[in-house]
Each structure stands twice: as C-alpha cells, then as structure tokens.
C-alpha cells in the first residue's frame, strides 16, 4: 500500500512500512505478508498518523495497493526491499489488517485507489477588494479585483465572482498572436450568468499573497446610483475557516459622465450569504486515522473522528503518478 501526499507527513510508525525522509511533501509504502481474497473487504487494526504544516486548512493524501504475484504487478517495491536510501523503516508493531463485512466500493481512477481529504482548524482572512469604474458614456476603461490572504492560513480554490454594475458591459479580451497555434490561452475568467463573470485563482494563496485579475468594461449608459460587486467564492470541498467573512465583499463603484442619466431596472446585487464550514481537525498536530481500510473510495472531510475507508482487494497494476491536487 502506498501512501502519498504533496503537503502531509507521514511520521514514522510501523515496522511493516518504510518511510520517505523528505519533507514537505512524503510518502510511505506499507506491505503486507498475508493472503488477501477477492471479494473481501479488510480495515488497518491500528491507525495511520499524518503531520500537517501550520499553515494548513484544507489538505489530502492519496492511498493505493500494489499487489504481488500472478495477479499483481510483479514489481518489486523500492520501501518493501529497504534498497531506497530515501527510506526509513518504522520501528513500531507491524500495521495489520483484518476483514470485515463490508461492501465494496469503487476506483476513483484506473489507477488510483482513493483519496482523504483534511481540514484542520486553521483559518484564513481573505479580503477583496475592487477599483472604481471612471468614464464617459461610451468610451472602454480598466478596473482591478483583488483577491487578498491576510492569513495565517494558507488557500487554494477560492474565486472572484465579479457581478457588472447595470448600464455596462465586459470587453472579452483578444487572445495574444499565435501564428504557429501552439499557445494554450485561455481567460481566467467565465460567464457572463445574470451579469456575473467568476474568474478563477492561479494555485494556492499563501498567507499575505494577493491575486488580481484587469477587466475592461465599456460604458453603454449612465444609471443613477449604479453598483457592482466583487465577492470571494469558496469551495464547499475546501472550507476557508474565514473569521471575518464581512470583507469578502465589495461593492462596484460606478462614475460615469456624459449621456442622459437612466433609472435603473433592478437592484444592486447584494452579497452571496456564507455557506457554513466545517468544523475539526487540528492546527500544525497530528490527524489520526483509526480502522482506515484497505481501500478507498471517496475523498472524505476529516473532522477527528473515526474513518474506516473499505473496497475488496483486486489486482492493480503499477504507473507512475503525480501526487494529488495541490490544496492548502
């Protein structure tokens, strides 16, 4: 079995299991000497620590079987040998397993068991913020959204959604030359869905970056008392534990001349009330993982409480992968 993940540890414990010494970003391979038949399911009798960094609010590992033999890959793991000088073998008792009645689950991919997800008590501020809109009726201008971590957790998946004030429209931007076609551009930003243009982050927030992204907007009509808003869009699977969720909005403000003034058709947008995060986990400590089983099949929200994660043993066969999706 092999554990792996971009942002955890995972400290060294079992004597069945060899460790890699690198850090941040580790793996570890765990075998097993015992006959595992088809069709059953099996849990870890003890369980399986990961450290997490401090600055941690969402996180994940990723967990998978080789299996020896004629059913299996026929490949000898480097942590099952002791040949990686990488490697550090645990010390500890020996992980086991043992069956249960369970049913069986499914692969999330071919060749990818199944994933856990964390989240840990760790928080982070984010604040946006947004350039006033200048200009005359008809003419095109720029404004800037901001999307600020002020820590001291770190953030990844997090957008901007940018609603337009009435009375004005976004210029889609020209893609730069490609005389050859071989650039892979595409705008950050997409919509429009009732005004609103959600523009995504380029990887993760460390705690005092700033993400922005540069709008031009023309000026069809000047409307009286005329607002945007600019607003921080969470991702319900990595939870941002904000404890000031009232600066992760803006309003748009509007000052255009020129032109007869028109009365608006509809109110500002208002806000996007904050979805509930969860709760748990723990800030730079140990996340314990009791009875997690052989197998996988969802990516879970850990909050510190029991996991027992369960498929039925089948053969897979060995590629080389990246580690999972880069999270916080």
Not at 10 to 39: I, K, T
């Amino acid at each position: 079995m092999l554990f792996e993940s971009s942002r955890v540890t995972f400290p060294v414990q079992y004597s069945n299991c060899r460790y890699a010494l690198q850090s941040p970003g580790s793996f570890a391979d765990c075998w097993f000497d015992e006959q595992l038949m088809p069709g059953q399911a099996y849990e870890f009798v003890e369980p399986v620590a990961v450290d997490v960094p401090d600055s941690m609010v969402n996180g994940s590992f990723q967990y998978k079987p080789f299996l020896q033999g004629l059913t299996g890959n026929a490949e000898e793991v480097p942590g099952a040998t002791g040949t990686d000088p990488g490697m550090r073998q645990g010390t500890g008792p020996e992980l086991k397993v043992r069956p249960v009645d369970s049913p069986a689950g499914a692969f999330v991919e071919k060749y990818r068991l199944g994933e856990v997800r964390l989240h840990t008590s760790q928080t982070a501020d984010l604040q946006v913020s947004a350039d006033t809109i200048e200009g005359t009726t008809g003419s095109t201008t720029e404004a800037t959204f901001r999307l600020h971590n002020a820590g001291p957790g770190r953030m990844s998946g997090t957008a901007l959604r940018i609603t337009v004030p009435e009375g004005l429209s976004v210029v889609a931007p020209t893609p730069p030359p490609d005389p050859d076609n071989e650039l892979e551009w595409q705008w950050e930003c997409h919509g429009p869905m009732r005004r609103a243009y959600t523009c995504g982050t380029s990887g993760s927030l460390e705690p005092g970056d700033t993400w922005q992204t540069t709008l031009e907007f023309r000026i069809d009509r000047r409307v009286r008392g005329a607002e945007g808003l600019v607003e921080a869009i969470h991702d319900p699977e990595r939870p941002s534990n904000d404890p000031r969720m009232s600066d992760n909005s803006e309003p748009i403000e509007v000052r255009a001349t020129g032109g007869p003034l028109a009365e608006p058709s509809e109110p500002n947008p208002k806000p996007t009330p904050a979805a509930a995060t969860v709760e748990g986990g723990g800030k730079g400590d140990s996340l314990l993982l009791p009875a997690l089983a052989i197998g996988g099949v969802i990516g879970a929200v850990i909050g510190g409480g029991a996991l027992a994660l369960r498929l039925r043993a089948r053969a897979v066969r060995r590629r080389a992968e990246p580690t999972g999706p880069d999270e916080n």
